[in-house]
């Protein structure tokens, strides 16, 4: 079955700190994709990154990176010299090879970050 | 416009009562879904059209539940006789996925609240 867990219910940080926030998945399939969205208090939630199954190469956008592990199933996500404004709730989801495309999504990290 | 626009933003429904809630999706986007998401839950899968067609509703929860997109553009969700554990955020997703891509990324609207007194 596929699912998807984040085992941290709220972080809380003092703005420039690190902070990693977990996910880690099940899928028997050998093709899908991973994503990271943010959701602000107004709700929306917003696309972060995608990786698919067969790129485990770890990618920075500025400050933020993210380490894919296959072997463990983690796709875990850091924000560096972590800011107030980073403050939200984070999904990790994941999607299947299939005509749908539908997401599968963790139950999301609460983040704050304290001035 | 240039996002995904839902409306209304918050909904309080009398248990019993008929709701619909409606999405726009991103102009020129074949794919749009519905997702539920409950208080301090994740988002989960409602149902799935790509243009007009219904390909997917695993996920509605009963038969009170009716979503359509009859044009392949703006889509309705309406869920008859409202129940308490209704209540809940219901986002609208695009994209522009079609059959034999995978992984397209999906924008989000900023949800309908809906509360069922």
């Known amino acids: 079955a596929q699912k998807v867990t984040q085992a941290q219910t709220e972080i809380s940080v003092v703005e420039k700190e690190d902070v990693t926030l977990d996910c880690v998945y099940e899928t028997r399939d050998t093709t899908y994709y991973l994503f990271w969205y943010k959701q602000p208090p107004s709700g929306e939630l917003v696309f972060l990154i995608r990786r698919n199954s067969f790129d485990e190469q770890n990618e920075i956008s500025g400050r933020y990176s993210w380490n894919f592990q296959k072997s463990t199933s983690s796709f875990n996500f850091t924000i560096t010299a972590s800011q107030v404004v980073d403050s939200a709730v984070y999904f990790c989801a994941l999607s299947e090879w299939g005509a749908t495309n539908k997401l599968i999504f963790g139950t999301g990290t609460l983040l704050a970050v304290q001035p | 416009g240039a996002g995904v626009s839902q409306s209304p933003r918050y909904k309080v429904a009398k248990r019993g009562q008929d709701v619909a809630l409606r999405c726009d999706p991103i102009?020129?986007?074949?794919?749009l879904f519905w997702y539920q998401q409950a208080l301090g839950q994740g988002p989960e899968f409602l149902t799935y059209?790509?243009?007009?067609?219904?390909?997917?509703k695993s996920g509605l929860p009963s038969d009170r539940f009716f979503a359509e997109r009859p044009e392949g553009s703006v889509s309705t969700l309406k869920i008859q006789r409202t129940q308490q554990e209704d209540s809940a955020v219901y986002l609208c997703?695009?994209?522009?996925?079609?059959?034999?891509?995978?992984?397209?990324?999906?924008?989000f609207g900023q949800g309908t609240r809906l509360t069922v007194v």
């Open positions: 997703a695009s994209s522009s996925y079609d059959r034999g891509k995978i992984g397209t990324e999906a924008f």
């Open positions: 102009s020129g986007h074949v794919s």
């Open positions: 059209f790509q243009n007009e067609a219904q390909l997917d």
